[in-house]
């Protein structure tokens, strides 16, 4: 399966996602999987590799608005005209075509609202998104995020449903697993303030187009 994963380090939480992005990157390779990782691409670029790559399954990692998702603060990757609230932000194009035949993960604060139906009115195969902020917290120490802890179960949880689409999962048995991952830390963990964090991004946790 053609893999394209696509991150950004311009701020705390994209450089924490970056980190867990290098680790989906490995598992997809270490599966067979042809994958591609890039980081802060250009629009062009991610177009141009959209056309000539032709990813079977897209992850995304940036910042979310209900119309777009956008790396390095304010590149527009995808998004849908009008402004968004969140991004504090017009739109002024849309792009949601280019994920059409695809499954498409939006690893971001409230894609799910509007982006991912549009993005299945285009012709995408699935989406999967938050449709409120993902929340989360570093260790107390601000440990670079390989030795970070306490935020690993939270992002290791958003990042189950991709990772296992890449070991071959379908669709809707892989959300399944996310699911089942974030009760699963949520359970174990002695934190109330990391629970309250596992619990809100499963209720916003959002599937499109799961048959």
């Known amino acids: 399966m053609k893999v394209m994963i696509i991150g950004s380090r311009d701020d705390l939480p994209r450089e924490y996602g970056w980190h867990y992005l290098q680790q989906l990157a490995e598992i997809s390779d ?18 141009n590799t959209i056309k000539e790559f032709n990813p079977r ?15 390095n603060q304010r590149h527009v990757l995808l998004g849908i005209k009008g ?13 949601p075509e280019l994920m059409r035949g695809r ?6 604060c409230n894609t799910g609202k509007m982006l991912a139906s549009a993005l299945m009115k285009a ?5 999967v998104a938050f449709d409120e ?15 970070d802890l306490y935020a690993q179960p939270v992002f290791q949880s958003a990042l189950e449903y991709p990772k296992q ?20 830390e949520l359970d174990k963990t002695y934190d109330v303030q990391q629970g309250k964090y596992l619990l809100h991004n499963l209720k916003h946790l959002r599937k499109f187009g799961f048959n």
């Open 30 to 47: 270490s599966a067979g999987n042809d994958t591609v990782i890039t980081q802060s691409p250009s629009l062009s670029t991610f177009e």
């Open 57 to 71: 399954f897209v992850v995304i990692n940036g910042h979310g608005g209900d119309r777009a998702i956008v790396v």
């Open 83 to 95: 402004y968004s609230p969140e991004l504090k932000m017009t739109i002024v194009r849309e792009n």
């Open 103 to 108: 499954h498409v993960y939006l690893f971001a």
């Open 123 to 127: 012709g995408a195969k699935s989406v």
């Open 133 to 147: 902020p993902f929340f989360w917290s570093p260790d107390d120490n601000f440990s670079p995020p390989q030795f």
């Open 165 to 184: 689409i890449l070991l071959g999962k379908d669709v809707l048995t892989a959300f399944k697993m996310m699911q089942a991952k974030h009760l699963y």
